[in-house]
């Protein structure tokens, strides 16, 4: 008589997720999944792990000693094998989680100007139209104090030279390379995982040794 063979559970948490408030985090959100035998692999994925609620906050912290004790509960004799992080980051939010467009536009036009007068304010400290106009006289020969032709070019070249460094117009990119802002923004983003990570893990440590607390006394 052959025994049944142990099955095996093989998962890979997700880093951050995203989903809408009022839905459930199950198990195939946060993670990749992997087993054997095979069979198991779609209920697994379809096992509930929480429903955050309105006290639950937007930021929800998930570890792999929650996700373990769920397998578990499924599959007793499981397995499991871990790799890469130990934790997810489930972020709630409101809605489609997309900004309105209105708030686009005003978000836009802010920064176009803002970035338009701190490149005049900054070519007005280092005197510039002076700089422009002497450039003008080498080349030249002659003085113009309006030196149109060249500042139309400079002004058309700052443009073209910060498409070409930020590698972005609109929604087209040159190349796969990320941008010098999609990579500051991600490590922005990873410090803010990271800070969220490490309160939520000293929160919940904070709970669950006042709850050992209380079940210690008599």
């Known amino acids: 008589m052959s025994l049944a063979p142990t099955p095996t559970v093989y998962i890979r948490l997700r880093s951050r997720i995203r989903i809408p408030r009022g839905k459930g985090v199950t198990l195939g959100d946060i993670a990749h999944l992997l087993t054997s035998p095979e069979q198991e692999e779609a209920r697994l994925h379809e096992l509930e792990l929480m429903h955050p609620g309105p006290m639950d906050g937007n930021l929800i912290l998930i570890d792999v000693l929650q996700v373990i004790p769920a397998i578990r509960r499924v599959l007793p004799q499981a397995n499991v094998e871990l790799i890469g992080s130990g934790h997810t980051l489930v972020e709630v939010i409101e809605g489609n989680g997309k900004p309105s467009k209105s708030l686009f536009v005003l978000v836009w036009i802010l920064l176009f100007f803002g970035s338009a007068l701190t490149i005049m304010n900054f070519h007005a400290d280092v005197n510039m139209q002076e700089v422009q106009i002497r450039i003008v006289e080498m080349l030249t020969g002659t003085r113009d104090?309006?030196?149109?032709?060249?500042?139309?070019?400079?002004?058309?070249?700052?443009?073209?030279?910060?498409?070409?460094?930020?590698?972005?117009?609109?929604?087209?990119?040159?190349?796969?390379?990320?941008?010098?802002?999609?990579?500051?923004?991600?490590?922005?983003?990873?410090?803010?995982?990271?800070?969220?990570?490490?309160?939520?893990?000293?929160?919940?440590?904070?709970?669950?040794?006042?709850?050992?607390?209380?079940?210690e006394r008599p």
Not at 171 to 176: A, F, G, P, Q, Y
Not at 181 to 189: A, C, K, T
Not at 193 to 207: F, G, K, M, N, T
């Open 145 to 215: 104090e309006h030196p149109y032709l060249f500042q139309i070019a400079y002004s058309l070249g700052i443009g073209f030279g910060m498409t070409v460094f930020f590698n972005h117009l609109f929604k087209k990119k040159w190349n796969e390379e990320p941008t010098p802002l999609e990579v500051e923004m991600f490590l922005y983003q990873q410090n803010v995982d990271q800070y969220v990570v490490i309160e939520e893990s000293e929160r919940l440590l904070e709970r669950d040794n006042r709850e050992m607390s209380t079940d």
